[in-house]
Nanobody, 123 residues
């Protein structure tokens, strides 16, 4: 397992942008599939975006065209660039990691989690 620390959350107006970062410990970050999940009040945790160790990304339909996931293996960091934010994007965002995962689809695919960072989008 790796230790994950998220940062970059905050309060933003609708239409604005935020970039979340997730720093991972260890020397084998390059071999991990990384993902961002979110949990809104009274809703289930959902996969927002994932990027495999090979660099392939996938997104939830609700964020396609607005969010971009990327990784910098030299910095052991994964990012989530969020543009055109909407009030319905308000949630706690979690970073997750799993070694050598070929395709991410659900939370139980991941064994390492960060503590979460709050994103609030106001009207």
């Amino acid at each position: 397992q790796v230790q994950l620390v998220e940062s970059g959350g905050g309060l933003v107006q609708a239409g604005g942008s935020l970039r979340l970062s997730c720093a991972a410990s260890g020397r084998t970050f390059y071999s991990y599939t990384m993902a961002w999940f979110r949990r809104a009040p009274e809703k289930e945790r959902e996969l927002v975006a994932a990027i495999t160790f090979g660099g392939t990304a996938n997104y939830a339909d609700s964020v396609k065209g607005r969010f971009t996931i990327s990784r910098d293996n030299a910095k052991n960091t994964v990012y989530l660039q969020m543009n055109s934010l909407k009030p319905e994007d308000t949630a706690v965002y979690y970073c997750a990691a799993e070694q050598a995962l070929l395709k991410a689809s659900k939370a139980t695919d991941f064994g390492s989690w960060g503590q979460g960072t709050q994103v609030t989008v106001s009207l």
